[in-house]
């Protein structure tokens, strides 16, 4: 439902694709798990706390887990991260 696509998952992280178009913007929120993530094409603009970086194609973020976070999509994205733990696993997407 977040624009994310589960491509594998193991005991202690999981891997997924992220489609979102352009002009997506996420409210401040916390997750239970650590962010990895590259950007395949598009741009996105990631606010963890008070700081914000923005990511085109071929560059990385980390978002630590619990850190609050935002995402804002520039251009149409597509996206690998992994998580730890496992983001699709106990319901830690909600």
Do not use: I
């Given at each position: 439902p977040q624009g994310q696509k589960y491509l594998v998952t193991g005991k202690s992280l999981s891997m997924?694709?992220?489609e979102e178009a352009s002009g997506t913007e996420g409210e401040m929120h916390t997750r239970p798990y650590e962010t990895v993530g590259y950007v395949v094409s598009g741009r996105v603009k990631v606010q963890v706390g008070g700081d914000t970086i923005t990511c085109g194609s071929g560059d990385s973020y980390l978002v630590p887990?619990?850190?609050e976070r935002k995402y804002t999509i520039l251009d149409d994205l597509v996206?690998?991260?992994a998580?730890?733990?496992p983001a699709g696993e106990k319901n830690r997407d909600a």
């Open positions: 997924r694709l992220w887990d619990g850190a996206a690998v991260e998580t730890s733990p």
